[in-house]
């Protein structure tokens, strides 16, 4: 076996940001995912975002599950902690992690196997209680570890690499998180870094649950007709809620259409982006609003992408808890053991 290490140093030009950190030093290691996985894309996107947010990268947690999706923490911030727990059952060890230690940015990494089967209790308390994390689901429909699977997301109808059809009902990650009560929820495609680079950055930001899922093609097991979470079909049934742009290194792409018109988009490397204009009246800050709205368009089979719904005055499981500013971690013998006298008090309170 050979294995392909990057190199230590980094080019002295590189540029750096407002923390001293080039965007390198957000990078982990090699990939060992399938040429063109739209994961390893969501992984550049999060290595982007970290680094325009100046976070440093040893003040973030990031937590996984198992599963294609949950390998992917190895290839972005190297340097920042690190956890890989058992299937499904990421949001329970975030949640310990982040209540001794609220000091720290926390990203959790899953996958529509992990958290729409396995772990679908787990996703459900953790927006339930408001842990204060980013919760990023790449979802491609497909067990790719166990050979093209369906996933319970797999839209009913879709058509498998073997040419099988899904009968079962989809469950949508978006529309449970809006019913649940996250307080940020929103949808990206790996292959639109531009608007997913902001929203992810949105979510590292965010005070409380943010739920992000991103359609992330299977290029091995769920790239080919008949899928509805290949490259072609997101990019042929893309409605964006909005559009957050990025502008990197190179000449700004320029476009003049109207409000709610639909427009093809030539991009510098050649790919075409259909884009899809906000409808003036959209409001994300309206959850309900927001959940008829990804129920209509899901009816008409387009998949909406963008910032459906946050509340800015959300709180997180801290607040609800009333627990000290400090973290537990932090705390010595004295304040962690107050004593008989608190302990009775305690007891009394609960009787």
Not at 150 to 158: E, I, L, V, Y
Not at 174 to 201: C, E, H, M, N
Request: aromatic letters at 6%; charged letters at 20%.
């Amino acid at each position: 076996m050979t294995w392909i290490a990057k190199p230590r140093l980094h080019h002295p030009s590189l540029s750096r940001n407002a923390v001293g950190y080039t965007r390198r030093d957000y990078e982990g290691k090699v990939s060992t995912l399938c040429a063109g996985c739209g994961h390893d894309s969501i992984s550049a996107a999060i290595i982007q975002a970290c680094w325009e947010l100046d976070i440093e990268p040893h003040r973030v947690a990031k937590l996984s599950g198992i599963g294609c999706s949950s390998k992917t923490p190895d290839y972005f911030l190297g340097n920042s902690h690190g956890f890989n727990t058992v299937h499904g059952r990421m949001p329970s060890v975030l949640t310990g992690a982040n209540l001794a230690n609220r000091g720290l940015t926390y990203l959790g990494v899953s996958g529509d196997g992990d958290s729409a089967s396995i772990g679908m209790g787990q996703f459900v308390h953790a927006i339930r209680r408001g842990v204060d994390m980013a919760y990023i689901v790449e979802n491609n429909g497909v067990y790719g570890l166990t050979k093209g699977q369906f996933s319970a997301t797999a839209d009913q109808g879709s058509v498998s690499k073997r040419g099988v059809a899904n009968s079962d009902a989809p469950i949508d990650l978006v529309g449970l998180a809006l019913q649940l009560g996250a307080t940020y929820v929103a949808r990206g495609f790996s292959g639109d870094k531009a608007q997913l680079v902001p929203l992810i950055k949105g979510a590292l930001g965010h005070r409380g649950v943010a739920i992000l899922d991103v359609i992330s093609p299977c290029v091995a097991f769920n790239n080919h007709a008949g899928s509805t979470k290949s490259y072609d079909y997101v990019r042929e049934h893309n409605d964006a809620v909005n559009r957050l742009d990025v502008i990197e290194g190179r000449a700004a792409i320029a476009v003049d259409y109207d409000p709610g018109e639909a427009i093809d988009v030539v991009q510098h490397d050649g790919s075409v982006l259909r884009l899809r204009k906000l409808d003036p009246d959209y409001d994300p800050t309206d959850r309900l609003a927001a959940m008829a709205y990804v129920n209509l368009h899901q009816a008409r089979g387009e998949v909406v992408t963008g910032l459906l719904h946050v509340d800015p005055a959300a709180t997180d499981l801290h607040g609800h808890l009333g627990t000290v500013a400090t973290p537990l971690n932090q705390l010595g013998a004295a304040e962690l053991c107050p004593g008989a006298a608190a302990l009775a008090k305690i007891n009394a309170a609960l009787r």
